[in-house]
């Protein structure tokens, strides 16, 4: 078998992938990282934890109510669907707003009391306390006596508490007395028993209602159930479901009340207006009606010719019309001139007779914003900024009127002239009925118009009436708030997310080590890059001893070395004496110096007789590693042609078959006299004397010295290190094999670290298994893990 095939054998009976495999080899390195992942599945498991703890669940609130909007609903008609101005057309886009108002909202806070809250702290955080707090916090004077913002007690016994400030001050305070401190004017009232309280610290957050109204209106979601539907469904999302619920029904409550105040107000308005206009025209009609009898009294009339009867009822008829449209320029001049003053919502005008539903909404939508603004003033300050936007709201609803206004005055004064041309031409066709005729025509019409007129506001005032009196409701409550399962909670994300981080960090970690590094990591990154034989791998030799100090030496990484003295027999099986070995590698730092002293040690071991030659000039290693005497004669002195082959050949004391060349006095510029010619002779010399000489070279990257020692060389040792070999250098290396600058090349992979692999290694022949005292791999270096 010759030196080639030798070293094809031994490669395949070393490279672990054809044991275990690639896959498994990666896997391993990961397995080896063990302890990383269990840290990481500790702390995101401890923060799941935590996360269980102090996640409070967030309940769904809902809440829906029944709208009438004419637009939506047109079959469905009220009871009293005659009287136009209470069945007028309702916007249910202008519902949403009204529902989410400031004011409305604000007032639900109020109601409520939800301006001051209650937190009990726990172990885990906090606790609220919404109608459970066992203390109430009471502002004597005025209400802006407490200022806004949150502080701490704990409940010392059932009658004082201690204050907490925030500088780590402590006050001691009994119930029901007053505070004066930088929160403002304040006192708390127990209003249950405190004994299962003592101790027991509370929170107690005074908050700014105007502030709190504003994120309400945020929380609370208003739409429809579906397109076709005029039902609102209200949402609320609250920690505390009965206070999501009180905050939706007092809302909802709320709503109907201050439409229901403001369509009676509306309706008691309409109702004057009407007893106004009845009394007036009672006091018409008597007086029409005595006109007749005293007309037809005095002349002693008793009929009328069939073509005065024609002209009467046209004339009645045109007259009738244009006395409606007289009345309805008479409520359009009262609208004016309500909007023209400053009078409030319970001086709001009819539109009785104004078919137009945009007016009513608006003059509808104008009362509400003047009670409101109303309930406002009885409470703030007219300068207070939050009359700003209802101020603006109301004059641009005045605007909007004024135009809306002068347009129907203008379409019924058009009406009104037209009624008049009419009326002429009627004059003019009775113009040949007798005096007298023609004057009972005048004195009837105006008692039918005021008699017409009369009964037709008589009605309407007894169904306004009716209407004040049933309070009969347009809306109605559908579902009352309830509160549906959690939706805020997200354990099972939160697991997942744990698992993931738990395993996803250590295994990204790990991952990006391997593969997101310049230098070589692992022995499979070499096999994959050039096709050269991994002779052995050495563990990483953590001591500070460099060589044994005899034969007995038994470690890991001693039984390594051996492992490669024996490979480099079956790669020399045909040559067993004279044999060179030149070790080199790429860098300085990647131990070539630590495995020619070692393998050199392993092979005197065996009984042959070995020298080790130092020709690394530069920085040479060699003599320090074995504690010899540098100062002696060595390779350079020999080349120099200062001293003999004798002279310069040192035992090592370590063991009798080994000798030492050492690289001899220091030279500026050592390549010079390494190509005289003198190096191969001695190369000659040795190899008559000694069975292995092996060369320790300066690194081939950076020297090319390694070059001139290698066509003197049967076998070449390419050392490269873990973590310390860039991967660059694969390249290099491939080069110098395409080149065949280096004999026999053969790679050692040095510094390995046992987190790579598993229970032993397949070079070693399961030695650590099988050798008592010796640890297995994976249970070293457990800092190395990280």
């Known amino acids: 078998m010759n030196i080639q095939q030798a070293q094809i054998t031994a490669f395949a009976f070393s490279d672990p992938k054809n044991k275990n495999g690639k896959g498994s080899s990666s896997i ?23 996360y269980l703890k102090t996640d409070k669940p967030v309940y769904e609130v809902k809440a829906s109510l029944l709208i009438q909007d004419e637009k939506k609903t047109p079959n469905q008609q009220a009871p009293l669907q005659e009287i136009n101005l209470l069945n007028s057309t309702r916007i249910i886009e202008n519902e949403f707003e009204i529902l989410k108002s400031k004011q409305l909202i604000g007032q639900v806070i109020s109601d409520l009391q939800l301006a001051v809250q209650y937190r009990k702290k726990d172990s885990f955080g906090y606790t609220d306390l919404y109608k459970d707090s066992p203390v109430k916090l009471t502002v004597p004077g005025a209400p802006d006596a407490a200022k806004y913002g949150k502080f701490n007690i704990v409940i010392n016994s059932p009658n004082t508490f201690i204050i907490k400030y925030p500088n780590d001050r402590e006050q001691e305070v009994a119930f029901n007395s007053e505070v004066k401190d930088e929160y403002g004017t304040w006192k708390l009232e127990a209003v249950k028993d405190l004994t299962s309280y003592i101790n027991s610290e509370i929170e107690i957050a005074n908050l700014d209602p105007d502030f709190l109204a504003i994120d309400y209106q945020k929380r609370i979601d208003v739409t429809l159930s579906n397109k076709l539907s005029t039902t609102i469904v209200l949402s609320l999302h609250d920690q505390v479901p009965q206070r999501g619920k009180d905050v939706l029904n ?32 009672r006091v018409e009609l008597n007086d029409a009606e005595r006109g007749i009898e005293t007309f037809k009294s005095s002349r002693g009339l008793t009929d009328m010719t069939s073509d005065s009867k024609i002209s009467l009822e046209n004339m009645q008829a045109n007259d009738a019309r244009l006395n409606d449209v007289n009345i309805k ?29 945009a007016l009513s909404s608006q003059i509808e939508k104008l009362a509400l914003l003047q009670l409101q603004r109303e309930k406002l003033l009885a409470t703030t300050p007219e300068t207070n900024p939050d009359f700003e936007p209802i ?37 003019s066709s009775i113009k040949n009925i007798p005096t007298q005729e023609r004057q009972y025509v005048n004195i009837k019409r105006q008692q039918s118009i005021k008699e017409s007129l009369y009964n037709y506001l008589l009605q309407k005032r007894e169904e306004v009436s009716i209407r004040y009196a049933s309070s009969l409701e347009e809306d109605r409550v559908v579902d009352r708030a309830y509160a549906g399962a959690p939706s805020g909670t997200m354990k099972s994300l939160a697991a997942a997310l744990a698992l993931i981080f738990g395993f996803g960090l250590p295994f990204g970690i790990v991952y990006m080590r391997i593969h997101f590094t310049s230098k070589i990591e692992d022995v499979s990154e070499i096999t994959d890059a050039v096709k050269i034989p991994v002779i052995g791998e050495l563990l990483l030799e ?25 490979r480099l027999q ?14 080199t590698s790429s860098v300085a730092g990647e131990g070539k110096s630590f495995l020619s002293s070692n393998l050199a040690l392993a092979t005197a071991f065996a009984g042959r007789k070995t020298v080790l030659v130092e020709l690394d000039l530069r920085k040479p290693k060699i003599l320090k590693n074995f504690k010899m005497d540098s100062s002696l004669p060595g390779v350079s002195d020999y080349l120099a042609g200062e001293t003999s082959v004798d002279k310069i050949i040192q035992n090592s004391n370590a063991d009798a078959y080994l000798d030492i060349i050492g690289s001899g006095t220091a030279l500026p510029n050592p390549s010079q006299i390494l190509e005289n010619g003198e190096l191969q002779q001695l190369i000659q010399d040795l190899a008559n004397v000694y069975d292995d000489i092996i060369i320790d070279s300066p690194p081939v990257h950076l020297i090319s010295d390694a070059l001139l020692f290698a066509k003197m060389a049967d076998l070449t040792l390419y050392v490269m290190r873990q973590g310390v070999t860039s991967k660059s250098e694969l390249a290099f290396i491939k080069d110098l094999q395409r080149q065949n600058h280096l004999p026999n090349l053969n790679i050692v992979f040095n510094g390995v670290q046992s987190r790579k692999y598993g229970y032993g290694y397949s070079y070693d022949m399961n030695y650590y298994d099988q050798k008592p005292g010796i640890l297995s791999p994976v249970f070293s270096n457990f800092a190395d893990r990280f």
Do not use: C
């Not at 390195?29 to 269990?38: A, E, K, S, T």
């Open 28 to 50: 391993q390195r990961y397995l080896y990282h063990w302890p990383l992942f269990v840290i990481g599945m500790a702390i995101t498991g401890t923060l799941f934890f935590f």
């Open 570 to 583: 079956h790669i020399y099986s045909d040559k067993r004496k004279g044999r060179v070995i030149l070790i």
């Open 391 to 427: 101020n603006r709201q109301i004059s641009t609803t005045k605007t909007a009127i004024k135009e809306n206004v002068e347009n129907i005055r203008t379409s019924l004064v058009n009406t009104r002239d037209k009624l008049q041309t009419y009326n002429r031409k009627f004059e």
């Open 542 to 566: 953590t001591g500070k001893k460099k060589v044994p100090a005899n034969s007995n030496w038994t470690t890991a990484i001693s039984e390594q070395i051996r492992a490669i003295r024996i």
């Open 329 to 357: 320029l008479s409520v359009i001049s009262g609208v004016e001139k309500y909007i023209r003053s400053a009078q409030g919502p319970d001086k709001v005008p009819t539109t009785l007779g104004i078919d137009d539903p």
């Open 250 to 281: 007092t809302l909802i409550n709320n709503y109907n009340q201050v439409r229901t105040v403001s369509k009676n107000q509306e309706i008691k308005n309409t109702i004057d207006f009407l007893d106004q206009r009845l009394n007036s025209l």
